[in-house]
């Protein structure tokens, strides 16, 4: 079945840089990438996502990139601000779940923007 | 749009005792729900898949007698930690989708579960 790794774990910053978060996945038949972002205590929020058929997308200051040649796909967020320190997950569709929209999710960073 | 809702927010509970929580797609119809478990510091651990009216498809090393869930209609899913003991202590997020071709889930609030 699909793997999704994430790196890295920890991810300090100071305001107004920017951070840059990576996903890699292991099975080619995945086709949709979402982001998520949780704050302690609270749900998963989607923040941003891509399907397999574009190559980047962007929102503000956040933007994913996807490489499907090379199967990862990335995070950027630029000029931080502190109320985005959380923890980000990434994810990916497991192909094998028989079209259920089943998530593999990364094992999350935790983003500290410091002001 | 797409809001979930998840009931109780919190709940403690002595060792033996059954649990159940709800989790409501409050303004759009959910073909699927999935349920999570995340431990502390950790990412979330997909437990089970349920679709309305079908049985639910559990992960592997899940048990589906301890983790009964039950997804009667396309608002509503239950889950059912049966007979806990304080090692299922845990946050249980459930998330709800359109449908397959939709892919997005919206995750609930979570239920944080401790058990005595």
């Known amino acids: 079945g699909e793997n999704v790794e994430q790196h890295p774990s920890t991810l300090s910053v100071q305001e107004g840089d920017s951070a840059v978060i990576k996903c890699t996945y292991s099975d080619s038949a995945s086709n949709y990438f979402p982001w998520y972002k949780q704050e302690l205590g609270k749900r998963p929020q989607l923040i941003i996502d891509?399907?397999?058929?574009?190559g980047e997308k962007k929102d503000q200051r956040i933007a994913v990139t996807l490489n499907k040649t090379a199967k990862h796909f990335s995070l950027h967020i630029t000029e931080t601000q502190p109320e985005d320190s959380a923890v980000y997950f990434c994810a990916a569709t497991d192909p094998s779940s028989s079209n259920t929209g089943k998530l593999i999710f990364g094992q999350g960073t935790t983003l500290q923007v410091k002001p | 749009g797409a809001v979930v809702s998840q009931h109780p927010s919190r709940v403690i509970c002595k060792s033996g005792t059954s649990v159940k929580i709800e989790c409501r797609s409050l303004?759009?119809?959910?073909?699927?729900m999935f349920w999570y478990r995340q431990f502390p510091k950790q990412s979330l651990m997909l437990m089970a898949t349920s679709n309305e009216g079908s049985k639910a498809t559990y992960e592997q090393g899940v048990e589906k007698d301890k983790f009964l869930i039950n997804h009667a209609s396309l608002t509503l899913s239950t889950l059912t930690v049966t007979s806990a003991h304080p090692e299922d202590s845990s946050f249980y997020i459930c998330?709800?989708?359109?449908?397959?071709?939709?892919?997005?889930?919206?995750f609930g609030p979570g239920t944080r579960l401790t058990v005595l």
């Open positions: 303004d759009f119809q959910a073909t699927t």
């Open positions: 998330s709800a989708s359109r449908g397959f071709t939709y892919n997005e889930q919206f």
């Open positions: 891509i399907r397999s058929n574009v």
